[in-house]
């Protein structure tokens, strides 16, 4: 497989044939389709180590596309490409399985860095086997990204797996809200946005809330730490 080709699905064909000509002069393979559906053929069909999905496709929108591509892979980076900007918007891009969310109009430098960012996670992701992060009785198993409290497997989305990870790479520690914006959404902090404060808050409700002992705790006005009993 080649270690730089995207797929791109955008169903304006001046966007979709410029990205492909700039990525194409940075060094990347570019595939692109202008149909939801004719992306899902061509995804299954060869293997990418990117997507940049558009929201509003004919055939099948790009919610539900980045769905079929995480069921499919659920290591392979997705940037949503958008004109949809508002919060509901991004929660749901999110949920849905992307990994970073732009919002047309839209700087090609900030794209090719995301690009750039996302692709050196995922080479340093493919980690040996038998990486577990842990904090008390909370379990992150990095090979098959499966999370248990206890006795207690929990669901979570591939957004939520990446700021669990985060937060228990550096538990015990404050991490500020433009840390993790940097860190897990791969952009400037946004001081306009609550998305961090939303994700946070899943997160609590699916590892806190059945357990006496609270984790993810609030400094005021510093940000979060995952904190254990024993620290």
């Given amino acids: 497989m080649e270690e730089r080709k995207v797929l791109i699905v955008e169903d304006e064909q001046k966007i979709a044939d410029t990205l492909k000509f700039g990525l194409s002069e940075h060094g ?10 004719i992306g899902k053929r061509i995804f299954d069909a060869h293997d990418f180590n990117l997507v940049i999905l558009d929201i509003n496709l004919p055939g099948m929108n790009g919610y539900d596309l980045c769905r079929h ?3 499919q892979n659920a290591a392979i980076p997705v940037i949503m490409l958008t004109s949809m900007g508002t919060l509901d918007d991004k929660v749901e891009g999110y949920d849905a399985g992307a990994d970073d969310y732009m ?3 839209f700087e090609f430098k900030e794209l090719l860095l995301k690009i750039r960012v996302l692709l050196k996670r995922t080479m340093e992701q493919q980690l040996p086997s038998g990486n577990i992060l842990r904090a008390d009785e909370l379990e992150l198993n990095l090979d098959n990204m499966e999370v248990r409290r206890g006795n207690k497997i929990i669901n979570l989305t591939a957004k939520e797996l990446q700021l669990l990870e985060y937060m228990m790479r550096n538990k015990n520690r404050v991490v500020s809200r ?3 914006s940097v860190n897990v959404w791969d952009m400037s902090f946004d001081t306009n946005t609550n998305v961090i404060d939303v994700y ?3 997160l609590r409700n699916k590892i806190d809330k059945p357990f006496p002992y609270k984790l993810i705790q609030t400094q005021v006005g510093l940000g979060y730490i995952l904190k254990e009993t024993t620290s």
Avoid: C, F, L
């Fill in 69 to 71: 591509i995480r069921r």
């Fill in 28 to 37: 990347y393979h570019v595939e692109v389709a202008y149909d939801g559906k």
């Fill in 103 to 105: 919002v047309k109009p």
């Fill in 200 to 202: 946070i808050n899943y």
């Fill in 178 to 180: 433009a840390d993790i």
